[in-house]
């Protein structure tokens, strides 16, 4: 797949020229990189962007994105990626992907945020990823969610023990809800864990219903 000239870049790493276009979907940005004039198998890398928010109208307004994406970040993440199995090339019909989680590892956002925003984002991510542990352990809540119809939602209680000081001090809301059974693990139960204030910040638990 050619990436379009238009508002892509590129860029020459180990002799090997690349096409790289930044794309911003569902709250988060998406790299992909191409091998410019060699049908290569695609990079894909998902970076968050640890965004700074301020309150407002009751709810959050974005004011300030952190993560800038800048040719040695493309240099960085293409380095990793040919460290750890991409064959750029060779055909390939799957694009070799890069989640977000790793990309903060491999390339950290140092930018800082201004003392009136918070990273509020962040912070209800994080706290859905605590979540899926909490939950799993949690036998009242799975007598709850085995039991419940698909996709209906239950509200977490504000005073419930796992949420986070910073989830409590800035008023995040987050609901679970029973996602139906996974084929792929034996038919376990999988419990959904979402953000209120952001929707889009969603994790996912298997769990074995026929232990409470």
Known sequence: MALPKKKSHLITVNDIVFRWLLTFRNDVLHLTVDPEDLDGQLLQAVFEPHDGYVRSHG????????????????????????????????????????????????????????????????????????????????????KTLFGADVGKPFPLPNDYFALSDESRRHGLRYKVFNDGSADDWGGFIVFGIQSVDFPDVVAYATNNSSII
């Open 59 to 142: 709810g959050w307004e974005r004011r300030t994105q952190r993560r800038q994406i800048k040719p040695s970040t493309v240099r960085r993440i293409v380095d990793h990626a040919s460290a750890n199995g991409w064959k750029p090339t060779e055909k390939c019909s799957t694009p070799f992907r890069i989640w977000a989680w790793d990309v903060d590892q491999i390339v950290p956002c140092s930018e800082d945020l201004p003392d009136d925003q918070i990273p509020i984002r962040d912070i209800a991510s994080n706290q859905v990823c605590d979540l899926q542990f909490d939950l799993s352990l949690d036998s009242s809540w799975r």
